[in-house]
């Protein structure tokens, strides 16, 4: 072998070592960094007419398993809906009241409770009605059912609300995921045709796509020439360039957060607002993509949670509490003793799609209890000569579970509610006041748990996809720095060849003069 061939089998080998240390460097330090995939350094041996005259560095190669890593990002999007979900929902259980002993007997503070006590305030009642501190203790009991119930529908409010903000903020953060996505695609397919090495533009290409999929529901499909498609998990196109809808990349620089996706920000929701499916303004801005109103194609991820809570999860507890307030005092009115009111000097409106007092919608953060009781008790025990009388027609009339205090013009509106009139409470409007308020908190405190159920399922699943996908794509820090230990020998090694071969040289020269 002569002295020119070995200085440059050895100089070849000094470059490719240096590619392949900074390669596996570049491991290390990004270990921790999400989405980041594992890099290989790949080598190529130079042949000149069946002899070897050195190596060259081709490209690194991505340790990933497309199948896995798919099956992640789909889980990603899964257990962060739920996670925003079950956050959310935390506010709503918080309200609801405890319940104690292993039947369930025993509750504090429900909505259920609340109704019993003032139950239990006119059968007290009932038993001493001249009394005054029973007269006031009808009052005192109705004034807690009605600030439980405000509660209740202030929590749910405001839990919408910040659904709805949440949206806003996630619709900004998808947009610059995508544009990243869609700039560093660009990258790729200009460094393809050159025959660039793009291992590391693709490796942050994963890491906007990691993020994405935590936002929202998508799939990816790289095409041949590198660029990057993304759909939702129904097929809908998201672009993540201007050119891919025909139009030119110059309109904005790369990222951005206000294209492709555009909303507007709602200041304060109230429970008359919705957002309207036939293009219409009710109060709730949708999310536009070209002109396009998109938003039932969002799904999962904090984004999809975030639409469900604000356009159903919490108008259904709405309407739900709203028909139970109606129901109050509709009952009550039946029986004679107007107790709760509509806050308002209109009649009950039994219209489920207006906003109270003209009708349903809201009416359970408007209820009050009777200006005219409150100031005169005594009037609840004003009928004739028999002062018992009201507070037995409320046990026997307004909290009874006999089908004629339940039925008819006296069941909870149980359909058809809500602005929209899409709603409805998912229970049997013919129950009792207590049954109702039961069915109600059953109803809300089971969406809670089947939510923290699914939630701890799919972490697991969650958990055991990102340990496979780290066992191909992850770093494995011993092994880098070991990797780094044998370069460096290598690399030693080949510097040694070459001083030896400059040593021979200098040799030579020295001879011939």
Do not use: C
């Not at 002295?3 to 080998?13: C, E, Y």
């Not at 590198?226 to 809808?245: F, K, S």
């Not at 036939?278 to 999809?304: F, N």
């Amino acid at each position: 072998m002569d002295l020119g061939l070995s200085l440059n089998i050895a100089t070849s080998g000094l470059k490719t070592i240096e590619n392949a240390l900074s390669t596996a460097s570049n491991n290390v330090t990004n270990a921790s960094t999400p989405g980041y995939v594992s890099e290989t350094a790949n080598t190529s041996s130079t042949v000149v007419s069946g002899i070897g005259v050195g190596t060259t560095s081709v490209g690194n190669r991505l340790n990933i398993s497309k199948p896995l890593q798919d099956a992640l990002y789909q889980q990603n999007a899964r257990v962060s809906g739920l996670t925003a979900t079950s956050n959310s929902l935390a506010a709503v259980s918080a309200v609801q009241g405890t319940t104690t002993g292993s039947d369930g007997a025993n509750t504090i503070g429900t909505l259920t409770n609340n109704l019993q006590n003032v139950s239990t305030a006119f059968i007290s009642l009932s038993n001493t009605p001249q009394n005054s501190a029973s007269q006031q203790g009808v009052i005192s009991a109705a004034q807690t059912l009605v600030s439980n119930i405000h509660t209740l529908s202030s929590v749910y409010q405001a839990q919408r609300q910040s659904a709805q903000d949440a949206v806003t903020s996630t619709v900004s953060g998808i947009n610059t995921d995508l544009t990243t996505i869609g700039q560093l695609s660009q990258q790729i397919m200009l460094a393809r045709s050159s025959h660039a090495d793009t291992a590391d533009l693709a490796n942050k290409r994963l890491e906007a796509m990691q993020s994405l999929s935590s936002k929202l529901g998508v799939t990816f499909t790289e095409k041949p020439n590198g660029d990057m498609q993304v759909t939702t998990q129904d097929g809908t196109r998201l672009p993540t360039r201007p050119d891919q809808l025909g139009l030119s990349n110059e309109q904005f620089l790369a990222p951005s957060s206000t294209w492709p996706l555009s909303t507007k920000s709602t200041a304060s929701l109230t429970p008359s607002m919705y957002h309207a499916t036939d293009g219409s303004d009710q109060g709730v801005s949708g999310i536009m993509l070209a002109g396009k109103d998109i938003t039932s194609h969002l799904t999962d991820g904090t984004l999809g949670a975030n639409l469900t809570l604000r356009d159903s999860t919490y108008p259904q507890m709405q309407a739900q509490l709203d028909s139970f307030s109606y129901t109050l005092i509709n009952r009550f009115n039946a029986a004679g003793v107007p107790l709760f009111t509509n806050g308002s000097t209109q009649s009950l409106s039994s219209d489920p799609t207006k906003t109270a007092p003209a009708g349903l919608v809201g009416l359970s953060s408007q209820l009050a209890v009777s200006d005219t009781y409150q100031k005169t008790p005594s009037l609840l025990t004003a009928n004739g000569t028999d002062s018992s009388t009201l507070a037995n027609a409320v046990l026997s009339k307004a909290m009874s579970g006999n089908q004629d205090a339940t039925s008819g013009a006296l069941a909870a509106p149980s359909s058809a509610l809500g602005p929209d009139g899409t709603q409805a409470t998912g229970y049997d409007g013919t129950q009792s006041l207590v049954q109702l308020a039961t069915s109600l908190t059953t109803s809300q405190a089971g969406v809670i748990s089947q939510t923290s159920s699914t939630l701890s399922t799919a972490t697991s699943i969650q958990t055991s996809l990102s340990t496979k996908v780290s066992s191909v794509s992850g770093v494995d820090i011993n092994s880098q720095m070991a990797a780094i230990v044998a370069l460096k020998n290598s690399y030693s090694a080949n510097a040694k060849v070459v001083s030896m071969v400059q040593s021979m040289f200098s040799t030579l020269l020295d001879a011939v003069h």
